[in-house]
Structure formats: structure tokens, C-alpha cells
């Protein structure tokens, strides 16, 4: 495909980077460290940290990761935390020893979990200990030898660390009883040497993060994503914003979790890279305290899903804050809808900025340009030194206006997915990536998605597999069949409906919900349950779910 859109790039955009700038991911970060060691890095529950105290709080994780749990170069260690300040100074301080980062999401049921630390081979987990008894209930099953726990106040220091602690456990009741072998305190690791830190020999072939994301075939995987994939990601990121961000002098929101690729590369890495201050929101289901905390902050980028700016312009006070330094605002994740980036640009002055990515890229694909007057609808250009082809069910290229799956080349390009060559041979052919999301393209390069080949359900910008919902469902003794797809929603995008046909006449909807609950992930179980006499088949037997979708 001809590079029509370079002709669109906005004035001062390079048509390619050097994705070799840096040797490693820690080179970005320990630049950074260097160069802007007296400014605010993360700030969290009212606890600021600057680049120098990140800089040794991360050593000494890499130290005692290095030397107490003697972990080798490439060892895997899995994360299961929300945004608190602990979070950064673990990815960084795992990825500072050697180590490969196992991003976990914290909500995930005994199931879930237990599948990830055995796929990931994970040997260690830094986890929160509002979750510890999730772990407890599958570490049997696991080859982690290796614990260390983390309460919500631990980074705040004084007194009240203790009263937060004690608050979340004892008053809000937060914190279920665990009962795990030896676990170690993260503050026991703050306290590591980090005289005896050895910094590893990384280079960008190596293994940086198992970034885990769902199929329709079969459960989640783990997407590898080298150091390479990250800095070739981190330039492109800075080839479309460079003229947009200011170095030193950034606050972003930070209300993804940290854990998802989106705002691990957009926020975290990105305005580190930068010299910014992230701002790390915990909660941001709790609307009127995000809210709040958005208003002692003169913040000038915030990055969400569409259900995050909906939420928040919904939200008594939002429109009195002060947006007269908010100069980006960008939404992933899920497609952005046209009312809520139409009342965010009037209510903040802000665009609402679009931009398309996989976990399997690292993620940034494309990005809106910077000069675009207002939404218009697209997923915007492709970023510096990548190429898109839509290509046809019979292999050849479509024509402009022609609606074809999205394969994407560059340097964010994933090596594959981990332990898994059979599913990385399904999408990964000659450096392309199949997507299995369906676009178009304009005259001036903007891409449109249209539809999604794969039959992948977007809840609030998590993706959620039609495979794994079934897979629970069919667990249930009451259940003959089941088939799950997704059905548009206003607020979420789409949500989760489950058609079964039963084995047990007495089943109800609120038994399917309550198993699925016991099982899944909230923002996986469905919403609705339709019991059906059949399920629409192909002639070798194959559940029909699009025909349920139409």
C-alpha cells in the first residue's frame, strides 16, 4: 500500500524513527532518572516522588530481586497491583534486575489467575494484599516460590501509612484473610542494598513484558514484547507528540490501570520518557473523589477509554474544573463515540484525540495528528515507521473505500505469543500482524474501523473472548450448550450476552450469573442470559454466533 497519509502528517512529524535510539528500556528510564532527578515523577493519595527517589526505590527492588531472591536474568515476575506508587517502582525495579514483567490484573478470579502464573511460568508475585487470598487459593497449582505482599498505605509514609493500612483493612474491611508461605513485606525490599545491585546486560532482543490478552480460540495468552518492541513503541509515541509535550513539564492523568498496555506505554513509560509527573488514580470508579482529585492538579494530558471521559463529564463538578492547562487528551481502548468527544472538546477545550492499538503492538498503531480541528470519526494516521495493509478473504489487498482486515509492520510488532507457535503462526506472517479488526482508509491515509473480524467483545476497553465466557458457562452442570456475544451498550460499549440451552430445566438466569461472577472478572460476566430451545449451527456443528448477533 502507497504511504498516503505521510503527505497528512502534521509539519514537524518524522515519517520513521530509529527504533535502536536506546539499547534497552532501561536506558529510557535511567536517562530520565538522570536528567530530571529533582522533579515530581508519581504522585498518589497526597505521597509525591521525584526521579531520584524512583531511581533508588527501583534498584533496590532490582537489588533484592537480584541477590535476596536470587532470580536470574529473564526470570518471569508477575505484578498484581492496582495504581498506587508501589506499582511503577516494581515494573521498573523488575525490568531494572533483568527480570520479564507479568503484568496481572487484580481482579482476577482463583481461575484466571492460576492459568496466567503457570502459562507465564511465573517465579515470583508482587501482589496487594487486598488480593493475597486469590493467590492463596491457587499457589499450589504454581511453580511461584517466591511472595511478597504490599498494603495500600505502604508508600505514604508516617503515620499515616498506618492509618490508611488500618482504615482499608479493619474499617472498610478490604483486606479478605490469606494465609501464604512466608511472604515477604515490600517494605522489607525498600530496605534492599542497592550497593549490591548489578545492572544486567539487556539489549533489545530481550524479553521486556508478557503482556497477557485473550483469543477466540482457546484462553488468554501471553503477548512477548522485547525491549526493542518498547523503545521502537516509545519513539514512535514521541514522533507523533513531540510537538505537543513539553519536556519537564507535564502532568498526566493516569487512570488506566497500570497493568494495561495503554497506560503502561502511554503514561507511565511515555511521560517518564518525558520528564513528566504522572498522577495515579486508584479508584476512578469513584467518580466524585476522581473528581476531586483532578482539582488540586493543574494537569495537562489525560489518556482514558470512552467510558472514562463519559463517566467524568457525567460527573457533578467536572465541567467547574480548571482545563486552562489541559492540552491532550486521548482516548484508546474502544472506539471513542462521536456525543462524548463532541462534549468533551465543549465542556474542556480540549480534543479528544484517537488512537488505535493491540497489546500485540506495544500498542500504539495509529494516532489521530495533533492539528486534527475536532473528532472526526477515524482512528487517525499510522505512527512513524509503520506500515498497514487491508487485506481481502482471498488474500489480495483492498482498494481504498474497500473494507479489509487491518495487518500491521513496524518495530511495536510483538515476537510472538509466549510458549504458543501455533497461535503465533496464525497472525504473525512475514513481520505483518493480522489484527482481525476490519477498516477502511480515506484519501488523506485516516483508517476507519468497521467492524471486527473476530467475534472479540469490548467491555470499557477490556477485551473480553466469547471462548472463555463459554468455557465458564459450560462448567455449570444445569448448562447442555451456550454460546456468548457482544450487544451494544451506551455506557460500555458493548456488554456480554450468554444464549444457553439446558440440561437442567430448574436453571435460572441468576444462577448462570452468580457461577460466572464466582469465575470471572466482573467486567466479564455477562449482563444477560437467554435461555433457547437450540443454537443456530453451521452443518459440521459449529455454533453460529453472528447469526445470534443478527
Known sequence: MEKIWLKRYPEGMPETIDPEHYNSLLEVFEKSFSDYKDLPAFTNMGKTLSYDEIDTATKRVASYIQNDLGLKKGAKVAVMMPNLLQTPITILGVLRAGCVVVNVNPLYTVRELEHQLNDSESEAIFILANFADTLEKCLHKTNVKHIVVTQVGDMVGGLKKHIVNLVVKHVKKMVPAYNLPNPIKFSQVLKGDESRYTKPDVNLTDLAFLQYTGGTTGVSKGAMLSHGNMVGNLEQVSGCLDKVLTRGQEVVVTALPLYHIFALTANCLTFMKY??????????????????????????????????????????????????????????????????????????????????????????????????????????????????????????????????????????????????????????????????DIATYDDEGFFYIVDRKKDMIIVSGFNVFPNEIEEVVAMHEGVLECAAIGIPHDISGEQVKVFIVKKDPSLTEKDIIKHCRDNLTNYKVPKLVEFKDELPKTNVGKILRRALKD
Not at 472506539?335 to 480540549?350: D, G, H, L, M, Y
Not at 510458549?419 to 513481520?431: F, I, M, V
Open 275 to 436: 520528564g513528566g509527573l504522572n498522577l495515579l488514580i486508584t479508584n476512578p470508579r469513584d467518580m466524585p473523589g476522581f473528581v476531586k482529585e483532578l482539582s488540586q492538579h493543574k494537569f495537562t494530558a489525560i489518556t482514558g477509554v470512552n467510558t472514562l471521559f463519559n463517566g467524568l463529564l457525567n460527573t457533578p463538578g467536572f465541567s467547574d474544573l480548571d482545563f486552562s492547562h489541559l492540552k491532550m487528551s486521548l482516548g484508546g481502548g474502544m472506539a471513542v463515540q462521536r456525543p462524548v468527544a463532541e462534549k468533551w472538546q465543549k465542556v474542556t477545550n480540549s480534543k479528544l484525540m484517537e488512537g488505535y492499538g493491540l497489546t500485540e503492538c506495544a500498542p500504539l498503531v495509529t494516532i489521530s495528528p495533533y492539528d486534527l480541528d475536532a473528532y472526526n470519526g477515524s482512528i487517525g494516521l499510522p505512527a512513524p515507521s509503520t506500515e498497514l495493509k487491508l487485506v481481502l478473504d482471498n488474500g489480495e489487498e483492498a482498494a481504498k473505500g474497500e473494507p479489509g482486515e487491518l495487518w500491521v509492520k513496524g518495530p511495536q510488532v510483538m515476537l510472538g505469543y509466549y510458549n504458543r507457535p501455533d497461535a503465533t503462526a496464525e497472525c504473525l506472517k512475514d513481520g505483518w500482524f493480522a489484527t482481525g
